[in-house]
């Protein structure tokens, strides 16, 4: 009796192995079907949708298609096309890692209550795509398209869907500015900008560089090219993507400050791609929050000398306009400053001497009563200078030269005793000297005046700096 016991007993641990047995051969036939699963569950063309909208925790979207692609609660919205066209392309070969068929319990993978549900309308079929629980083992999201079936999807669609209305807008664009054949100035200063080749025979400039220019009657005045298209950049760069309306009306305008802008720029350019050359015009209009503007300029009338009206980029609230667009942006404090940076002063050059270096052929310096002559002989990089017959080591002289810039520009005639002048020859047909004197001024700056004009205050320092340059080479 207690053999035959033993043999039921044995029999009973045999069957319960065998079972598991075969569980664990399911199991990793399975495990194997998930690793080398990847058919395509759902194919969608894009160009037969009429309707799209999607549920998240956070939000609610739906877009219809009539041409052109509208937002159902207000058409007037812009819809962006490459947008939707992205949002489509997550189901045109919509592939899963692995399928659980004859699903009865969806719970289980956060399908009972899904983290986002898409519907997509198409000319003869409705799709519902629901998105459950992140599986963290797989890396991979249950999906359910309602075949009956929960799919680990190879990509995780919430990635492309957890959007909101502010990421649907179709943006204004901003042109590359390859190249620009004009600007218009309305605001601080109105005036226009040309573009014009540099020439050996230029007649307005003795720069190289030189080929933006600003139109004064019948002269060029010439701009640094570096700052122009450090503006132009700044236009470029200004962040157009956090808009505060995207209908704004003709009223409307004033509540930016738009319908009188402070600056508006209007760009003349042409875009390259390829051999193809594209015209076009575009128009920026900018401004600070009306109130804010109004209130700055009540405490600078109340208080001139108080330093707490000064403006941060932090306390800034601006706005800009493209085109005749219905989009207001709102732009940062430190891009309206570059914006507003736009007048004459803003975009000219600083230094004292505008021509290449390399276009220097010699010097006549006046300091404290004598003339000192200084030559060269040769061209390029055989060009040597000389004092006398003594050939020179010109460097000090060129980097302290140099290295005189404004810091601001002043029409004041100069009234005090003159520190240093110098006339500094060029090998330039158009252009052959330029005379450069500095002027007593107070104990920070010298005033410099240009070829007989007034033209900035520099730093007292940098001309320190420029008189030993020329007293260790003439003492």
């Not at 060029?220 to 700052?227: G, I």
């Not at 007593?440 to 030993?468: M, N, T």
Request: aromatic share 10%; glycine share 4%.
């Amino acid at each position: 009796m207690k053999r035959a016991k033993r043999l039921y007993i044995l029999f009973g641990v045999l069957v319960v192995l065998c079972i598991a047995t075969v569980c664990v051969l399911q199991y990793d036939q399975k495990q194997e079907e998930i690793q080398t699963s990847g058919e395509i569950i759902l194919t969608v063309d894009a160009d037969t949708v009429s309707a799209l909208d999607w549920e998240t925790e956070s939000d609610s979207l739906a877009f219809h298609k009539d041409g052109s692609w509208l937002y159902d609660e207000d058409e007037a919205f812009p819809v962006s096309e490459e947008k939707i066209n992205d949002l489509l392309a997550e189901f045109e070969d919509f592939r899963a890692a692995f399928v659980i068929e004859n699903v009865t319990d969806f719970a289980q993978y956060g399908l009972d209550e899904p983290v986002c549900t898409i519907d997509i309308t198409t000319s003869d079929t409705n799709y519902e795509i629901q998105l459950g629980d992140y599986s963290s083992m797989d890396s991979q999201r249950y999906v359910s398209i309602g075949d009956g079936n929960v799919y680990l999807a190879v990509n995780d669609p919430l990635d492309a869907f957890d959007l909101t209305l502010s990421d649907m807008i179709a943006h204004d664009e901003v042109p590359s500015f390859d190249e620009v054949s004009s600007i218009h100035f309305d605001g601080p200063e109105t005036y226009d900008v040309v573009w014009q080749e540099y020439s050996e025979d230029n007649a307005y400039t003795v720069c190289s560089d030189d080929v933006y220019y600003k139109q004064e009657g019948d002269d060029l005045l010439p701009l640094d090219t570096s700052a122009v298209e450090g503006y132009l950049s700044a236009i470029s760069n200004a962040g157009y993507t956090e808009y505060v309306t995207y209908n704004v009306t003709d009223e409307e305008l004033a509540t930016y400050g738009l319908d009188d802008p402070e600056v508006t720029v209007t760009v003349e350019y042409t875009e390259l791609d390829g051999d193809t050359e594209t015209p076009g015009t575009f128009t920026l209009s900018v401004s600070r929050d009306p109130v804010e503007l109004a209130a700055q300029a009540t405490e600078e009338v109340l208080d001139e000398s108080s330093s707490s009206t000064e403006s941060t980029e932090e306390t800034i609230t601006a706005y800009a306009r493209i085109n005749d667009s219905k989009i207001i942006y709102k732009i940062s404090g430190s891009s309206y400053e570059e914006l507003m940076a736009c007048t004459y002063d803003d975009l000219r050059h600083t230094e004292v001497l505008t021509a290449d270096f390399a276009d220097v052929t010699g010097f006549d310096i006046s300091l404290e009563g004598q003339v000192y002559t200084i030559t060269s002989k040769g061209s390029g990089d055989d060009k040597t200078f000389l004092y006398g017959d003594e050939e020179l080591d010109i460097s000090a002289l060129e980097s302290a030269l140099i290295a005189v810039s404004a810091d601001e520009f002043t029409a004041e005639e100069p009234t005090q005793k003159e520190e240093l002048g110098m006339t500094v020859t060029l090998d330039n047909e158009a252009h052959p000297k330029v005379q450069i004197e500095f002027y007593r001024y107070d104990g920070e700056h010298c005033l410099a005046v240009v070829d007989g004009a007034p033209f900035a205050l520099v730093p007292r320092s940098a001309v320190v700096d420029l008189i030993e340059a020329v007293n260790a080479i003439v003492l």
